[in-house]
């Protein structure tokens, strides 16, 4: 089991940087992939960003790339989404998920954290 805490979120406006941080519980954080979703009100969670593990390649949706970036530190068992550029389209409950790195291509999402409110508006 993993448990995962989101903080970092606030009122930001367009242009402004925000820094998201994950919080992992448990001994085995560097054997999940991990990832940075978000939701708005009505819509789809959608996935923002994603690292397999340590130094791998980071996938980033379009809508963010270029702006946001991943990072993961094994030794505090944490994973950051650094956003900068932000825009009112950004705004949205973001979260963080794991799963073992090791499962198939198209596999569920196993954890989740409670969300962090990020809104963005001038």
């Known amino acids: 089991q993993v448990r995962l805490v989101e903080s970092g979120g606030g009122l930001a406006q367009p242009g402004d940087s925000l820094r998201l941080e994950c919080a992992a519980s448990?001994?085995?954080?560097?054997?999940?992939?991990m990832a940075w979703f978000r939701q708005t009100p009505g819509n789809e969670r959608t996935l923002v960003a994603a690292?397999?593990?340590?130094?791998?390649?980071?996938f980033y949706t379009y809508e963010v790339r270029g702006r946001f970036t991943i990072s993961r530190d094994g030794a505090r068992n944490t994973v950051t989404l650094q956003m900068d550029s932000l825009k009112e389209e950004g705004t949205a409950v973001y979260y963080c998920a794991a799963r073992p790195y090791s499962v198939p291509i198209g596999a569920p999402w196993d954890y989740w954290g409670q969300g962090t409110q990020v809104t963005v508006s001038s």
């Open positions: 448990g001994r085995d954080f560097n054997d999940f992939s």
């Open positions: 690292q397999n593990f340590v130094g791998a390649p980071a």
